[in-house]
């Protein structure tokens, strides 16, 4: 079997045309590499290390591609890797290339991946700690890149979830949306006693959305209600919806001498 033709595509890449018809489409290391000139002959052995080394260059310029879409984990790219017909030793070579390259770094990697779940997204550290541990970066990695976090930038992060959550709260009482806002940024990765801390900082009044609870409860049963029995019913359900007791008998007090 002999090379016809070898010919440059826009690509990049090089189409070597066989005397049998055949066209195989590879690239320059792999021409290099097997020694292929114009109008050589090729043999079985040749045309099999042809093939095997350009599925080798298919799969290194895939992971290339995948890390211009932004920056991977050593662990991300071994999954991609275990997912393609490669020998372990060719695996191996094309980590270790990304590494000398520096096309691989985990501490680069944890660092950029952290800042992004702390500024574009509601994680906290012990989430962000977590989901590193799931990339299998190392440890000290891990540590060295949490503690760099800012704590004013976590504090400021907190007061801005913490402010849009009161702000945006139409329906429960102080009480229930203290305990709400605290269980979803706890499981969010903040530290508890500074998301109580900011909370309590921010000093939420409970008037508003007792009122405005107030006023549809009277609304809905007036209807079927009224006199004692209407304030009893309107009592009951704010307590349900966990208003201090004192404030609903301080709210319907004042409503009932109107």
């Known amino acids: 079997m002999k090379i016809e033709k070898i010919k440059k595509n826009k690509s990049g890449?090089?189409?070597?045309?066989?005397?049998?018809?055949?066209?195989?489409?590879?690239?320059?290391?792999?021409i290099l590499k097997n020694k292929l000139l114009y109008n050589k002959e090729i043999d079985s052995d040749v045309l099999e290390s042809l093939y095997k080394d350009t599925y080798y260059y298919d799969i290194y310029n895939k992971v290339i591609k995948l890390i211009s879409t932004r920056l991977r984990s050593v662990h991300e790219i071994k999954e991609y890797l275990n997912k393609n017909n490669l020998k372990?030793?060719?695996?191996?070579?094309?980590?270790?290339?990304?590494?000398?390259?520096g096309l691989l770094n985990d501490l680069v990697f944890a660092k950029a991946y952290a800042s992004d779940k702390l500024y574009l997204s509601n994680c906290g550290p012990n989430k962000i700690y977590n989901e590193l541990k799931e990339h299998q970066i190392d440890d000290d990695?891990?540590?060295?890149?949490?503690?760099?976090l800012s704590e004013d930038d976590i504090k400021e992060k907190l007061i801005k979830l913490i402010s849009k959550k009161i702000k945006n709260n139409h329906k429960y009482s102080n009480y229930l949306l203290k305990q709400k806002v605290i269980n979803e940024l706890y499981c969010n990765g903040f530290d508890k006693n500074m998301i109580i801390s900011i909370y309590e900082f921010l000093e939420v009044s409970d008037?508003?959305?007792?009122?405005?609870?107030?006023?549809?409860?009277?609304?809905?049963?007036?209807?079927?209600?009224?006199?004692?029995?209407?304030?009893?019913?309107?009592?009951?359900?704010?307590?349900?919806?966990?208003?201090?007791?004192?404030?609903i008998n301080s709210l319907i007090n004042e409503k009932n001498n109107e």
Do not use: A, P
């Open 207 to 247: 008037n508003s959305n007792l009122e405005r609870e107030y006023n549809k409860l009277c609304s809905k049963y007036s209807k079927k209600f009224d006199g004692y029995e209407l304030f009893k019913k309107i009592k009951e359900k704010l307590y349900q919806k966990g208003f201090d007791i004192n404030e």
């Open 88 to 101: 372990e030793e060719d695996k191996n070579k094309i980590i270790n290339k990304l590494l000398e390259i």
């Open 13 to 30: 890449k090089y189409t070597l045309k066989l005397d049998n018809n055949e066209s195989i489409v590879t690239y320059d290391d792999v």
């Open 141 to 148: 990695i891990i540590n060295e890149v949490i503690y760099s």
